[in-house]
Nanobody, 116 residues
Framework: QVQLVESGGGLVQPGGSLRLSCVAS????????MYWYRQHPGKERELVAR???????SYADSVKGRFTISRDNAKKTLYLQMNSLKPEDTAVYYC??????????WGQGTQVTVAS
């Protein structure tokens, strides 16, 4: 059983920055491919960023150049550094893990609101 707990969300002005964290417990974090997703009100969840076990990363076009995904395997923590935030980045952000050994899991989400 894997548990994921996100933190770091909040209210920020346009152009500001936030760093989201996702702490994992259970499983073998270093063997998990990790993702950040987000869900805008009334819309489906969408992929924001991905980092695999070799730390190769990929991003949605809408966040490229502004967001950075990273991981610290020793701390079992996933990060999302978000810079130059825009109102359209307002969403609930979810951490997601995938492992061939333990399966797929979601965190509970953290709200990010970008407004002046």
């Amino acid at each position: 059983q894997v548990q994921l707990v996100e933190s770091g969300g909040g209210l920020v002005q346009p152009g500001g920055s936030l760093r989201l964290s996702c702490v994992a417990s259970g499983g073998i974090f270093s063997l998990n491919t990790m993702y950040w997703y987000r869900q805008h009100p009334g819309k489906e969840r969408e992929l924001v960023a991905r980092i695999d076990i070799k730390t190769s990363t990929s991003y949605a076009d809408s966040v490229k150049g502004r967001f950075t995904i990273s991981r610290d395997n020793a701390k079992k923590t996933l990060y999302l550094q978000m810079n130059s935030l825009k109102p359209e980045d307002t969403a609930v952000y979810y951490c997601h893990s995938e492992s061939p050994l333990t399966g797929n899991y979601w965190g509970q989400g953290t709200q990010v609101t970008v407004a002046s």
